[in-house]
């Protein structure tokens, strides 16, 4: 989808199909925020022209949301003062989740957060396990990776 603030929206439409067909309707909310903050930094730090949002079951005791872009920067976490209107994404984004970190690759990153389930909630082996939107991220040539971020 393309690298924007306006990619949010629907980013988090696919975390609630995903988690509501998941039968995982308690973590609507902290996973539309999650992947809210986590689209909005690589729109706003990235350079990068598209970015890839995914939501995964990696285990049957867990959520996997993720965002990747062609930067290979690192997020970085900010220290705002209490009047700044932004740079609290990836406290937020530590806050809601159980654990978050950044997979680097050769040719760029992807960040990702994870929510535990309850263990009512834990998903049977063999059901459907990822809820993807890829567009065009891998035909993005290397000159629009990333513009000097």
């Known amino acids: 989808m393309?690298?924007?603030p306006t990619s949010a929206s629907r980013a988090r439409?696919?975390?609630?199909?995903?988690?509501?067909?998941?039968?995982?309707?308690h973590l609507i909310d902290d996973g539309t925020l999650?992947?809210?903050?986590?689209?909005?930094?690589?729109?706003?730090?990235?350079?990068?022209?598209?970015?890839r949002v995914s939501?995964?079951?990696?285990?049957?005791?867990?959520?996997r949301l993720a965002v990747t872009d062609k930067c290979p920067q690192p997020p970085t976490?900010?220290?705002p003062c209490c009047d700044d209107e932004s740079g609290r994404g990836l406290a937020l984004v530590e806050a809601m989740s159980d654990r978050w970190g950044t997979q680097y690759?050769?040719?760029?990153?992807?960040v990702w957060a994870e929510c535990a389930?309850?263990?009512a909630d834990c998903i049977p082996s063999g059901t459907g396990k990822d809820s993807e939107e890829?567009?065009?991220l891998s035909d993005l040539p290397e000159s629009e990776r990333c513009r000097g971020k």
């Open 2 to 4: 393309p690298c924007e």
């Open 117 to 119: 389930l309850k263990t």
């Open 77 to 79: 976490a900010q220290a």
């Open 134 to 136: 890829i567009l065009g």
């Open 34 to 51: 999650i992947i809210s903050e986590l689209v909005g930094n690589a729109a706003r730090h990235s350079g990068c022209r598209l970015l």
């Open 105 to 110: 690759r050769t040719w760029g990153k992807t």
């Open 13 to 25: 439409r696919l975390v609630r199909a995903a988690l509501h067909t998941w039968d995982l309707g």
């Open 55 to 63: 939501v995964r079951l990696p285990d049957r005791d867990r959520v």
